[in-house]
T-cell receptor, first 116, second 115 residues
């Protein structure tokens, strides 16, 4: 059974704190993604990674950074959390390569982050 | 970037009835993949159904089917014999066949099933 796990379901932080959100997948997927989900805005891509130590900016990378030191782990970092980063954060992974394009993304359960 | 539009923020359906969720997308590509995802309340997002653009036949998964109109760039989801467990947020997504790492999502449709 495929699995994507995220380190926390709920997180409360203070403005200015450095925040780490961790994501781990056990499917040997090359691609990993971080989204934020807000009502009425759907899923917006923050960053994605298609290989270890590789990263690409998504649509809303400002205020975030990422780290992928191992294939199975993709971390999202909020260098200095702000109230407008209060949101649901979803991690996902998928296979890469032309033969697997029909394959889906597999999602983690999400982390609901509140920044006070 | 490709744009995926879901024009119905909320929908409701009577239990056992049929409902159709709309999705349109904007792309200049001819080869791509389309997906519908379901996110139940406080639960993980899961795949419902997927379609390859080069296949004319509409995908079907049990009570879920799609109406794929390539020329109109439309990809609607039909849920037949709706059940209480179908209540969820539904997202439409697009994935390019050429630059296939990234998925593009719509803003979602919240489906309520009325007993």
């Amino acid at each position: 059974d495929v699995k994507v796990t995220q380190s926390s379901r709920y997180l409360v932080k203070r403005t200015g704190e450095k925040v780490f959100l961790e994501c781990v997948q056990d499917m040997d997927h090359e691609n990993m993604f971080w989204y934020r989900q807000d009502p009425g805005l759907g899923l917006r891509l923050i960053y994605f990674s298609y290989d270890v130590k590789m990263k690409e900016k998504g649509d809303i990378p400002e205020g975030y950074s990422v780290s992928r030191e191992k294939k199975e782990r993709f971390s999202l970092i909020l260098e200095s959390a702000s109230t407008n980063q209060t949101s649901m954060y979803l991690c996902a992974s998928s296979l890469s390569g032309l033969s697997t394009l029909l394959d889906t993304q597999y999602f983690g359960p999400g982390t609901r982050l509140t920044v006070l | 970037a490709q744009t995926v539009t879901q024009s119905q923020p909320e929908m409701s359906v009577q239990e056992a009835e049929t409902v159709t969720l709309s999705c349109t997308y904007d792309t200049s590509e001819s080869d791509y993949y389309l997906f519908w995802y379901k996110q139940p309340p406080s639960r993980q997002m899961i795949l419902v159904i997927r379609q390859e653009a080069y296949k004319q036949q509409n995908a079907t998964e049990n009570r879920f089917s799609v109406n794929f109109q390539k020329a109109a760039k439309s990809f609607s989801l039909k849920i037949s014999d709706s059940q209480l467990g179908d209540a969820a947020m539904y997202f439409c997504a697009y994935r390019s066949a050429n630059t296939g790492n990234q998925f593009y999502f719509g803003t979602g449709t919240s489906l309520t099933v009325i007993p």
